[in-house]
């Protein structure tokens, strides 16, 4: 084989159509393209969901739902998780250690699911009410 020689198989490559060749011609006059209007003319282009003037339906319908840009810094921990630490002072840091929140959480709060037989602090974590109860009345304190 040379290089010479090489030839593509039949049908690879489509013949282009001839248009405007008189109105005998099926493609003739109009070329294919009708009469008239936006799509007959040269340079006849539109962007992608445009309707003629007409409002869009990407416009006409409403905005739905609401993404938090913090919702992905922080993260809740429950008080039976906290009841399985060994440490007796619980900050961010140690819940980071123990694999108890995501590594790139910046904010923590303590929520009331579970128990808590041991007294523990938890400082710099958001408490919510029933937690803070729960904590102190197992001998703990909060401290913000």
């Given at each position: 084989?040379?290089?010479?020689?090489?030839?593509?198989?039949?049908?690879?490559?489509?013949?282009?159509?001839?248009?405007?060749?008189?109105?005998?011609?099926?493609?003739?006059?109009?070329?294919?393209?009708?009469?008239?209007?936006?799509?007959?003319?040269?340079?006849?282009?539109?962007?992608?969901?445009?309707?003629?003037?007409?409002?869009?339906?990407?416009?006409?319908?409403?905005?739905?739902?609401?993404?938090?840009?913090?919702?992905?810094y922080s993260a809740e921990v429950r008080l039976n998780e906290l009841d399985g630490l060994t440490v007796d002072t619980v900050d961010l840091?140690?819940?980071?250690?123990?694999?108890?929140?995501?590594?790139?959480?910046?904010?923590?709060?303590?929520?009331?699911s579970g128990k808590l037989s041991k007294a523990i602090t938890v400082k710099g974590i958001n408490v919510t009410k029933g937690a803070k109860?729960?904590?102190?009345?197992?001998?703990?304190?909060?401290?913000?």
């Amino acid at each position: 084989m040379f290089l010479n020689s090489i030839q593509s198989t039949y049908g690879t490559r489509k013949k282009s159509k001839r248009v405007g060749r008189g109105i005998g011609c099926t493609d003739g006059k109009t070329c294919g393209r009708g009469h008239k209007g936006q799509k007959a003319r040269s340079g006849g282009f539109h962007k992608v969901g445009f309707e003629g003037g007409q409002m869009p339906l990407q416009r006409r319908l409403p905005k739905v739902g609401f993404n938090s840009k913090s919702k992905k810094y922080s993260a809740e921990v429950r008080l039976n998780e906290l009841d399985g630490l060994t440490v007796d002072t619980v900050d961010l840091q140690v819940l980071l250690d123990a694999n108890l929140v995501p590594a790139f959480t910046k904010i923590a709060k303590v929520i009331l699911s579970g128990k808590l037989s041991k007294a523990i602090t938890v400082k710099g974590i958001n408490v919510t009410k029933g937690a803070k109860l729960s904590i102190e009345a197992a001998g703990g304190k909060v401290e913000v």
